[in-house]
């Protein structure tokens, strides 16, 4: 599927300077193939048959300061790649990468001090500890004033209405209560730039809503550089002033959300009718789009 540029961005800060850049970035995997049966396995130990998998193919972006990210696709599109190459917890296969004038691989303390990433389905802070008693060891970790730190600490929970919460162990709170909890201890350090895979996933209504207001109030006040990937739309299209769209591996769409909406059926050849669609309709039939592709496209067994 070709790409195609939405045009139109709207940002919230103009002619502000490129903190995120890549330039035909990829990621491949090395897996190991094995039939099945015991023969095979033993087989296979001293004669193993190898496949490469492109997580993430030829991918040129530039993400500009005070901007806010909706980076969509399907699972297995290549999303959590990216955003862990741009955080450094991986190493790219070929092409290059810099996030504030840093390689994010190198993972060097200056470079990690102004970014944040937090993973929806992966608990960051202590499991069997109080938030607060967590929050004190992050503030130890990034050397913050502890005075300044722990008043951050409860304006924060206060937003999310969740200060109630702060001295129970992370493992006796509710999935929303503890997404609040990590949204605060990402945000201790007040990073410049902020990667958020999936934060609403698996939450009532309710905590949706607050999260996005909260992550909405904070980006106004503190200008934080954020790329939010959901599979929630209300998110992307609440929050974001712009929209990348990844298809197995390689961004087909770069521009607003309303343009997306728009062209999407003459530029992506969906099936778009109603003048009255709206941007998660329009993503379902992408996703469907794409998955009737993948099924198409798989080798058949012979």
């Known amino acids: 599927m070709r790409a195609f ?59 500009e300061a005070g901007q806010i990210v909706g980076l969509v696709g399907a699972n297995g599109a290549g999303k959590t790649t990216l955003l862990k190459i741009l955080s450094g917890l991986i190493y790219p296969s070929t092409g290059e990468v810099e996030v504030l004038g840093f390689k994010p691989f190198e993972r060097k303390s200056e470079f990690l001090r102004q970014i944040s990433i937090l993973l929806g389905q992966k608990a960051q802070l202590w499991w069997d500890l109080p938030a607060a008693d967590s929050f004190n060891l992050l503030t ?15 304006t924060l929970a206060d937003k999310l209405n969740c200060r109630e919460q702060l001295h129970v162990q992370l493992r006796r709170l509710s999935l929303g209560e503890r997404m609040k909890m990590e949204i605060i201890g990402s945000l201790l350090h007040r990073p410049k730039i902020l990667y958020l895979d999936e934060p609403t996933i698996g939450l009532d209504v309710l905590a949706q809503k607050t999260i996005r207001t909260f992550l909405n109030e904070y980006v106004q006040q503190h200008q934080p550089t954020i790329i939010l990937t959901s599979h929630y739309m209300d998110d992307i299209s609440s929050l974001a002033d712009r929209l990348l769209l990844i298809s197995q591996g390689s961004i087909c769409y770069d521009g607003t959300v309303d343009n997306f909406v728009l062209h999407a059926e003459t530029k992506l050849n969906l099936d778009v009718k109603s003048e009255e669609t709206d941007f998660e309709e329009v993503i379902h039939k992408f996703f469907e789009k794409e998955s009737r592709g993948r099924q198409t496209s798989r080798p058949q067994p012979t």
Request: proline content about 1%; overall charge positive.
């Open 5 to 63: 540029d939405g045009g139109g961005v709207s940002l919230r800060k103009q002619s502000m300077s490129i903190v995120i850049q890549t330039r035909d970035l990829t990621r491949v995997y090395k897996t190991y193939r094995r039939n099945e049966g015991g023969w095979n396995a033993l087989k296979g130990f001293f004669n193993r048959q190898t496949e490469l998998k492109a997580a993430l193919k030829s991918t040129s972006i530039s993400i």
């Open 140 to 154: 130890s970790i990034y050397s913050l004033d502890p005075n300044q730190a722990k008043s951050d600490w409860l």
